[in-house]
C-alpha cells in the first residue's frame, strides 16, 4: 500500500533478493500505480486506486506494506490486521497515541506479526555498536549524545514546502523525521527513558525572515541565485545526477526534464519561497531524557546542517565511543589505546539503502519461516519509542519534564531488554 520511493525500495528489494513475490498494489497516483503494476507484472484487478478497494478484496498474500501518508498508517494497518496480514508498516506507526495503540492492539488480537520501519537498527554500524556494548568495551553506558544533521536543502524541500511541513496534516517534527533517532538511542541502550524534557522551535523558516526583494515563487525572485534554499538550483541541479532523480525530483514531477521541473516549480508547492509556506514544524529540536539504570541521553535535530550521516558519543565508565553512521572510534581509559573500527557503509551522505534491503529481507523471511526472530522489533517496542516522543512533545508545548508512564487500558510492558550481542 503506497508506490512512491517508500514502497517501490521495498518491493524491488523483495523481487530481487528475496523469496517473496508482490502480488498487489494499492496507490492513487495513476502513474505511480501503473508504473509499479507493470515492473511487478501485477494484474490490473489486483492494482487498486485505494487501500480500501485492496482491503475489501479479500486476503490475497501472507504480508502487506504500508508505505502511504503518515495519516493513513494506522487505519489500514489494524483493518489488515483484522485480515490476517503480517505486517510491515512505515514510520511513524500513526499520527496519534491512541491509534498507535490501536495499531499494536489489533495485530496482538489476530496474531499477526507486527513490524514498524526502524531502519537504523538494521545498520551494521548500529549492530557494531551494540556488541561493543554488550562486551563491555566502555563498561556501563553513562551518556549519549545523538545528532541528527536533517541537511538545509533535505529540511526546505520535506518540512518546509513538502508533505511533512504541517503539524496537522502529518505530526510534529520530532515524529515524522525523528523517532528514527529515539527509537536507536532506546535500541542501543536497552531500555526506554523514564522522563523526558525538550526544547525547540520553528526559528527561521518564517515571514519575517523574508529577505528584501525575495518573491513568493522562486522562479519569480531577483534575488534566488544567492539564496541556499532556491528550489530552482536544488531540482534542476539533480537531473541526469545517478540516484538523484529518484529522489527528490520524483516528489514534484514524473517528467525528469528541464521542462518538467520548471512547470512543477511554477504551479505547485515545491517552487514556493521557503519564507512564504504554509509550514509549523520545528526547524531545531533538543531533547533530553533520564534513563531507569540511571543513564542519560540527548538527542539534537537541526535543519541547518549537511545532509549526512547521523553522529553519536556514548560515554561510559571504561571508555568512550564516537561514531558518524560509517566510523566508530573507542577509547579505552585504562590502557589510552585509541582504536577505529569501520562498518558497512549505509549509502551516500545521510540515506539508508542497505539498512532498507535488510528490513525487507527480514521480513520476508520472518513471513516464509513463522518466526518473528529476523525482525529486530514488535510492535510494543514501537509504541514505546512512539510515547517518548508523545512525552517530548508534551514537555517541548508545556516547558515542563514529563515522566513516561504506560496508559490506561494496556496491559503492563515486560522489563525492558538488556543490550545483548546481535
Known amino acids: 500500500m503506497g508506490a512512491g520511493l517508500r514502497g517501490t525500495g521495498y518491493a524491488r528489494r523483495i523481487r530481487d533478493a528475496t523469496r517473496g513475490r508482490v502480488v498487489a498494489v494499492a496507490e492513487p497516483d495513476r502513474w505511480r500505480r501503473e508504473r509499479f503494476a507493470a515492473e511487478h507484472a501485477i494484474p490490473p484487478d489486483r492494482a487498486f486506486a485505494s487501500w480500501t478497494d485492496l482491503r475489501?478484496?479479500?486476503?490475497?498474500?501472507?504480508?502487506?506494506?504500508?508505505?502511504?501518508q503518515d495519516a493513513e498508517h494506522a487505519e489500514p494497518a489494524v483493518r489488515l490486521a483484522g485480515r490476517g496480514y503480517h505486517i510491515l508498516l512505515?514510520?511513524?506507526?500513526?499520527?496519534?497515541?491512541?491509534?498507535?495503540?490501536?495499531?499494536?492492539?489489533?495485530?496482538?488480537?489476530?496474531?499477526?506479526?507486527?513490524?514498524?520501519?526502524?531502519?537504523?537498527?538494521?545498520?551494521?554500524?548500529?549492530?557494531?555498536?551494540?556488541?561493543?556494548?554488550?562486551e563491555g568495551r566502555i563498561g556501563t553506558p553513562i551518556n549519549v549524545q545523538h545528532l541528527e544533521p536533517v541537511g538545509w536543502w533535505h529540511h526546505a524541500h520535506s518540512y518546509v514546502r513538502g508533505n511533512w511541513r504541517r503539524e496537522d496534516a502529518s505530526g510534529p517534527m520530532l515524529m515524522t523525521k525523528s523517532v528514527h533517532d529515539i527509537d536507536w538511542i532506546i535500541h542501543?541502550?536497552?531500555e526506554r527513558p523514564s522522563r523526558v524534557g525538550s526544547f525547540g522551535r520553528l526559528s527561521h523558516f518564517r515571514p519575517e525572515n523574508r529577505p528584501e526583494g525575495a518573491a513568493?515563487?522562486?522562479?519569480?525572485?531577483?534575488?534566488?541565485?544567492?539564496?541556499?534554499?532556491?528550489?530552482?538550483?536544488?531540482?534542476?541541479?539533480?537531473?541526469?545526477?545517478?540516484?538523484?532523480?529518484?529522489?527528490?525530483?520524483?516528489?514534484?514531477?514524473?517528467?525528469?526534464?528541464?521542462?518538467g521541473v520548471i512547470a512543477a516549480l511554477r504551479d505547485g508547492p515545491y517552487g514556493r519561497c521557503v519564507y512564504a509556506c504554509d509550514n509549523d514544524v520545528v526547524d531545531h529540536q533538543?531533547?533530553?531524557?533520564?534513563?531507569?539504570?540511571?543513564?542519560?541521553?540527548?538527542?539534537?535535530?537541526?535543519?541547518?546542517?549537511?545532509?549526512?550521516?547521523?553522529?553519536?558519543?556514548?560515554?561510559?565508565?571504561?571508555?568512550?565511543?564516537?561514531?558518524?553512521?560509517?566510523?566508530?572510534?573507542?577509547?579505552?581509559?585504562?590502557?589510552?589505546?585509541?582504536?577505529?573500527?569501520?562498518?558497512?557503509?549505509?549509502?551516500?551522505?545521510?540515506?539508508?539503502?542497505?539498512?532498507?534491503?535488510a528490513l525487507?529481507?527480514?521480513?520476508?523471511?520472518?513471513?516464509?519461516?513463522?518466526?518473528?526472530?529476523?525482525?529486530?522489533?514488535?510492535?510494543?517496542e514501537s509504541l514505546d519509542s512512539h510515547r517518548v516522543v508523545w512525552a517530548a512533545e508534551r514537555a517541548r508545548h508545556a516547558g515542563s519534564v514529563v515522566d513516561i508512564a504506560l496508559p490506561e487500558g494496556l496491559p503492563p510492558q515486560p522489563p525492558a531488554r538488556g543490550i545483548a550481542t546481535p
Open 56 to 68: 475489501d478484496a479479500g486476503r490475497l498474500a501472507d504480508g502487506a506494506i504500508i508505505a502511504t
Open 286 to 357: 533538543v531533547v533530553s531524557m533520564e534513563f531507569p539504570a540511571g543513564a542519560t541521553a540527548t538527542f539534537t535535530m537541526v535543519a541547518f546542517s549537511p545532509y549526512a550521516q547521523r553522529q553519536t558519543r556514548i560515554f561510559g565508565t571504561a571508555g568512550c565511543l564516537e561514531g558518524d553512521g560509517v566510523r566508530i572510534t573507542l577509547r579505552d581509559f585504562a590502557t589510552g589505546e585509541v582504536e577505529t573500527l569501520e562498518s558497512t557503509r549505509q549509502g551516500p551522505d545521510g540515506r539508508h539503502d542497505a539498512a532498507d534491503e
Open 90 to 134: 512505515e514510520k511513524p506507526m500513526a499520527t496519534t497515541e491512541a491509534d498507535a495503540e490501536r495499531v499494536v492492539t489489533a495485530a496482538e488480537r489476530a496474531g499477526t506479526m507486527l513490524a514498524v520501519c526502524h531502519v537504523l537498527r538494521y545498520t551494521p554500524y548500529t549492530r557494531r555498536i551494540r556488541s561493543l556494548l554488550s
Open 188 to 190: 542501543v541502550l536497552g
Open 216 to 259: 513568493d515563487r522562486c522562479l519569480d525572485c531577483a534575488i534566488e541565485d544567492g539564496c541556499p534554499y532556491s528550489a530552482k538550483r536544488l531540482y534542476l541541479s539533480r537531473l541526469g545526477a545517478p540516484g538523484q532523480e529518484v529522489w527528490p525530483v520524483s516528489a514534484i514531477t514524473h517528467d525528469f526534464t528541464e521542462r
Open 360 to 380: 525487507a529481507d527480514a521480513f520476508v523471511e520472518a513471513l516464509a519461516s513463522g518466526d518473528p526472530a529476523p525482525l529486530l522489533s514488535d510492535g510494543r
